[in-house]
């Protein structure tokens, strides 16, 4: 579970040996830590407009240095290239100019954000141009940063503005070290629903969440996560990880359920439990999923089915139970697991990306039902993550898939549960119906 | 521009070594051959309801061998799988089972083709969840062919069904090897516009067509595609490239017209020169684009400022000119070369990449525009391209490039100009604002 490599090419004589020859040297990522400041130097703020000044006003109110001009030599934290106002290409040059004259000065761990409005909701085609424009140029330069830096972008839909709490709330989670393997993507915000914390390392205090398959790997990262951020956890996996479940409830302080997820009654169970203990139900995540390989001129219904039923179906129907049950909260959050391999496919895995493609769907579809009540459902698609399931891997392969990256690393099951917390927030419930990938900006996409 | 390896592995002596060895072995993609049959062998129609019985007769109307059950060992030349009215992910099983279960039999340069219905446009969960797995599956079972064998999908849109004429003509184009580069895509179909051809050899007869950057490589191949349609042809490039563009011409029985596009006059002397020559213009390819590639930390205005100019402002400006000339057919059709560039992002590119994003902005921007009159406006995304240009990569890269698609090989601008004289035809006005990848299933996406 660990990247060797990643250590050697940081660690004194070696990384000496990796710079001269050329070799990739993959950086130590920036990641959360309660001691160290949200930014590694001062925010840049390019661009004109309302936009502009919200968020500088709004990195003011975070305690952060902001600087409107670029200062020679001045080390940078990040970058925000605020471009809501493009309305036609040549509005995008001298934002994209400047950045690429401060690059030099961004820090290790940096940050660069887009600021920008949807192409698809753009009527004029100029504008529709300049905004999809601000989108090639953002993915372009996430893979041309180094040393950990990370490039991505916030999307204004119709209808909101820089003013909408899910706004600081993602511009918070792309700037913080949160967000360290989430790279080269956009997190739209649908509306100006959502409450800002009163304590941004507290930000799901009081909340009881349930995290199914949360026994190991990425679902006991998660439970981790959302107890560090406050909330009460109830942690669900199958009966025959239940030493592994109860060791994780110690951990986070939590509960443990024994539950089947396929099974009819499987949302009753976790919300009589939750409504026992707690009282109520906040955050629903679908974590819980199983792999079961074969090409698909080899694959037999039952390795076919079972893998559409735990991952899918079972979530479809909890998700309809929930929803029904007066125990999930009105403003209820739900955060299911995707994958890249649902977005792109991948070779031996027609039933597991059918599955995960199909959450995609399912989060798009059930957000609607959501929105009224201020509830929100969203995926996150994990890239190449280091778990017990990748270790298995052969050797060659792990380390091919590792480097596929713009960071050039795999991510860890911390990195994932970092974005699913913050999807869970109640800052970010204008954000729903989307998927955020986290995958370094893996190329894998179609 | 031959790829060296690919003609290795597919002869005598060479093609046991590689086997032994287990090396990869792109195979000699089927392409639209006059003389051979549309596809290799009988089309297998798996799935239940209307739409697989009207793709049935469709498909029987153009002589070709239906069947509607797998006979074992059967040797055959594609697979439909009819999936448009699955309400639950529980639908697809049986159907990608039987999908599954004659791969064996699949024919080289076989074809395999979804049908199914937009995930977004599902306002059921489960409906939803469906949909999507569909699109889960077939990019992985792109995946997993080999032998020049591809994967595609028609998507219905709501208010379509499967006697729309584009939908007969996306199902001819994915069958014939005009498609042979096209893998692990979707063609969504918006409308039932479109008229089918009476001839399938001659689908531009009658038509006059431009072509902007024809000198040479893609756009010299559009041009060349386009007049064994029946086109008229006018080519386009700048006066430097004369010599060449004269060739291209008497090559096309054509025109030449040197024109610098990023011009203010360009698109009135191009609507002039089809006025005197032809009386009219119905087919627009906007071909020409040039790189400047630099890392943005070292790109200036110039580089910047030229890029956008002559890939994006330039069609912005002339389709304005376009749409409101009389010249222009009512049901005119543009056709725009956009790039995966354009959708993933490249390193060296933010210039590049913000240009071809640009297109697929404008063209869907641009779509509402022309569907009340008939005409539409599409984009083509080619991946790996064996051109000149690609021709000058080291040779390392190169060989890596190509090897990164599911076809484990480049395209030919021959592959990109039959995707583009496609989209140009009447028989396809009912796609309209949507992007075709040209790639081999290239792997790269995001």
């Given at each position: 579970?660990?990247?060797?490599?990643l250590?050697?090419?940081n660690?004194?004589?070696?990384?000496?040996?990796?710079?001269?020859?050329?070799?990739p040297r993959p950086a130590v990522l920036r990641r959360f830590d309660?001691a160290k400041p949200l930014v590694p130097g001062p925010v840049l703020v390019l661009g004109?407009?309302?936009?502009a000044?919200?968020l500088a006003?709004t990195l003011l109110?975070w305690q952060q240095d902001v600087r409107r001009h670029a200062t020679p030599k001045e080390r940078l934290g990040a970058i925000l290239m605020v471009l809501?106002?493009?309305?036609?290409?040549?509005?995008?040059?001298?934002v994209a100019l400047d950045a690429g004259a401060s690059l030099r000065d961004l820090a290790p761990g940096g940050r660069i954000i887009t600021v920008?409005?949807?192409?698809?909701?753009?009527?004029?085609?100029?504008?529709?141009?300049?905004?999809?424009?601000i989108?090639?140029t953002l993915r372009s330069l996430a893979h041309e940063l180094r040393g950990g830096a990370t490039a991505n972008g916030i999307?204004?839909?119709?209808?909101?503005?820089?003013?909408?709490?899910?706004?600081?709330?993602a511009l918070h989670f792309l700037l913080s070290g949160r967000s360290a393997y989430v790279n080269g993507q956009f997190i739209?915000?649908?509306?100006?629903?959502?409450?800002?914390?009163?304590?941004w390392?507290?930000?799901?205090?009081?909340?009881?969440?349930?995290?199914?398959?949360?026994?190991?790997?990425?679902?006991?990262?998660?439970?981790?996560?959302?107890?560090?951020?406050?909330?009460?956890?109830?942690?669900?996996?199958?009966?025959?990880?239940?030493?592994?479940?109860?060791?994780?409830?110690?951990?986070?302080?939590?509960?443990?359920?024994?539950?089947?997820?396929?099974?009819?009654?499987?949302?009753?169970?976790?919300?009589?439990?939750?409504?026992?203990?707690?009282?109520?139900?906040?955050?629903?995540?679908?974590?819980?999923?199983?792999?079961?390989?074969?090409?698909?001129?080899?694959?037999?219904?039952?390795?076919?089915?079972?893998?559409?039923?735990?991952?899918?179906?079972?979530?479809?129907?909890?998700?309809?139970?929930?929803?029904?049950?007066?125990?999930?909260?009105?403003?209820?959050?739900?955060?299911?697991?995707?994958?890249?391999?649902?977005?792109?496919?991948?070779?031996?895995?027609?039933?597991?990306?059918?599955?995960?493609?199909?959450?995609?769907?399912?989060?798009?579809?059930?957000?609607?039902?959501?929105?009224?009540?201020?509830?929100?459902?969203?995926?996150?698609?994990?890239?190449?993550?280091?778990?017990?399931?990748?270790?298995?891997?052969?050797?060659?392969?792990?380390?091919?898939?590792?480097?596929?990256s713009s960071l050039q690393q795999?991510g860890?099951?911390?990195d994932?549960?970092e974005t699913?917390?913050f999807?869970?927030?109640?800052?970010?419930?204008?954000?729903?119906?989307?998927?955020?990938?986290v995958c370094g900006q893996?190329?894998?996409?179609?």
């Amino acid at each position: 579970m660990t990247d060797a490599y990643l250590n050697l090419v940081n660690s004194g004589f070696t990384k000496e040996i990796a710079k001269k020859l050329g070799l990739p040297r993959p950086a130590v990522l920036r990641r959360f830590d309660p001691a160290k400041p949200l930014v590694p130097g001062p925010v840049l703020v390019l661009g004109k407009g309302e936009s502009a000044d919200t968020l500088a006003s709004t990195l003011l109110s975070w305690q952060q240095d902001v600087r409107r001009h670029a200062t020679p030599k001045e080390r940078l934290g990040a970058i925000l290239m605020v471009l809501d106002e493009a309305l036609t290409p040549e509005d995008l040059s001298a934002v994209a100019l400047d950045a690429g004259a401060s690059l030099r000065d961004l820090a290790p761990g940096g940050r660069i954000i887009t600021v920008s409005r949807p192409a698809a909701e753009a009527q004029d085609p100029a504008a529709a141009a300049a905004r999809q424009g601000i989108d090639g140029t953002l993915r372009s330069l996430a893979h041309e940063l180094r040393g950990g830096a990370t490039a991505n972008g916030i999307v204004l839909a119709n209808g909101t503005d820089a003013t909408a709490p899910s706004v600081a709330a993602a511009l918070h989670f792309l700037l913080s070290g949160r967000s360290a393997y989430v790279n080269g993507q956009f997190i739209t915000i649908g509306s100006a629903a959502g409450e800002l914390p009163a304590d941004w390392t507290a930000s799901l205090a009081g909340k009881t969440a349930v995290v199914t398959g949360a026994a190991r790997g990425i679902g006991a990262s998660i439970a981790r996560v959302l107890h560090r951020e406050g909330a009460n956890v109830i942690v669900v996996d199958v009966p025959a990880a239940g030493e592994q479940l109860a060791a994780v409830a110690n951990e986070v302080r939590g509960t443990a359920l024994q539950v089947d997820i396929t099974r009819d009654d499987a949302a009753d169970r976790i919300l009589a439990h939750a409504a026992e203990r707690y009282g109520h139900l906040d955050i629903v995540i679908h974590n819980a999923g199983i792999t079961r390989d074969k090409l698909l001129a080899n694959m037999d219904s039952s390795r076919w089915d079972s893998v559409l039923a735990v991952n899918l179906s079972s979530q479809l129907r909890m998700n309809a139970a929930f929803l029904a049950s007066e125990t999930f909260s009105r403003s209820g959050r739900i955060v299911s697991l995707a994958s890249t391999s649902g977005i792109a496919g991948n070779r031996g895995q027609t039933n597991y990306a059918a599955s995960k493609a199909g959450i995609i769907g399912m989060v798009r579809a059930t957000a609607p039902l959501l929105a009224p009540r201020g509830g929100s459902i969203n995926a996150v698609a994990p890239g190449f993550i280091e778990t017990d399931m990748t270790a298995r891997m052969p050797a060659l392969t792990r380390q091919v898939a590792r480097r596929l990256s713009s960071l050039q690393q795999g991510g860890l099951p911390l990195d994932v549960a970092e974005t699913i917390a913050f999807l869970a927030s109640d800052a970010a419930a204008g954000i729903n119906g989307t998927v955020l990938r986290v995958c370094g900006q893996n190329m894998v996409g179609a």
